[in-house]
């Protein structure tokens, strides 16, 4: 499975943006994608997660804000971001889960301004 990420920016506080992660390979497999972010100097940590069912699942930081969805003929995840803030400034990653192994796309560097 490969991961293309795509989507990020510089966006003023209050601003939106929508990630997308296009995954190809053997997509089939894939049960769970989710998005995960890393800010300078700390860890790397879970944003929000959907299952093939569409269940999801949220940081507490992004309720409310943040909406993940899922297009399966596409085969691609969203992540759309509004009411940003600049403690949402970080490195955002994609990554897809199948019932053996893990995958992570490459990173898309969102920035929030003041």
């Known amino acids: 499975v490969q991961l293309q990420a795509s989507g990020g920016g510089l966006v003023q506080a209050g601003g939106s943006l929508r990630l997308s992660c296009a995954a190809s390979?053997?997509?089939?497999?894939?049960?769970?994608m989710g998005w995960y972010r890393q800010a300078r100097g700390k860890q790397r940590e879970l944003v929000a997660d959907?299952?093939?069912?569409?269940?999801?699942d949220y940081a507490g930081s992004v309720k409310g804000r943040f909406t993940i969805s899922r297009d399966n003929a596409k085969n691609t995840a969203y992540l759309q971001m509004n009411s940003l803030k600049p403690e949402d400034t970080a490195v955002y990653y994609c990554?897809?889960?199948?019932?053996?192994?893990?995958?992570w796309g490459q990173g898309t560097q969102v920035t929030v301004s003041s």
């Open positions: 990554r897809a889960i199948t019932l053996i192994a893990d995958y």
């Open positions: 390979g053997s997509i089939s497999s894939i049960n769970v």
């Open positions: 959907i299952t093939v069912g569409g269940n999801t």
